[in-house]
């Protein structure tokens, strides 16, 4: 899409100028869409999927540190996170957990997160070791839900 060239001051506005700023504005609200039209389902409600408008639905990526420097094969460490006070939502989310081997070691490779706890402010959870030696864990968290 080309610029509009601009008048000169004083200049008179004519047919063909008016004419090329209101294909220009045509073309502008042709490409341009409002979020307010888009959808997201939601299938994390007991009484069934939830269409809510884009502006009704957010996401939350976070990062738990897990307080483990040395496991034990068997062993479990509990892991919490609370949502911010900004970001309540009206149902528990739909909430993504993956395990991050922060040192590369081997018995950071061979670990299973469980989400035991989920509600509209918060989570908890278990990281399993299902190895033994030193290492490094924390959990990627991506929360999905709909706003209070």
């Known amino acids: 899409m080309s610029n509009i060239p601009l008048p000169e001051r004083g200049q008179p506005l004519d047919v063909t100028y008016i004419n090329q700023m209101a294909i220009a504005i045509n073309n502008l609200a042709s490409i341009a869409t409002t979020t307010s039209n888009k959808t997201i389902t939601l299938a994390n409600n ?3 999927p939830l269409q809510l408008g884009i502006n009704e ?6 990062y738990v540190s897990v307080p483990v420097t040395s496991a034990t094969l068997g062993q479990e460490q509990v892991f919490a996170i609370n949502y911010p ?3 309540q ?3 528990p989310p739909i909430i993504i957990a993956t395990p991050v081997n922060i040192n590369n070691t081997p018995a950071g490779k061979n670990v299973a997160v469980v989400l035991n706890d989920i509600t509209a402010s918060g989570a908890q959870g278990t990281v399993k070791f ?3 030696g030193d290492l490094a864990i924390g959990v990627n968290l991506l ?3 709909q706003l209070n």
């Open 46 to 48: 007991p009484s069934g």
């Open 143 to 145: 929360i999905i839900g």
């Open 57 to 62: 639905v957010r996401i939350l990526a976070s």
């Open 85 to 87: 006070g900004s970001l």
């Open 89 to 91: 939502f009206k149902t």
């Open 130 to 132: 299902n190895s033994s």
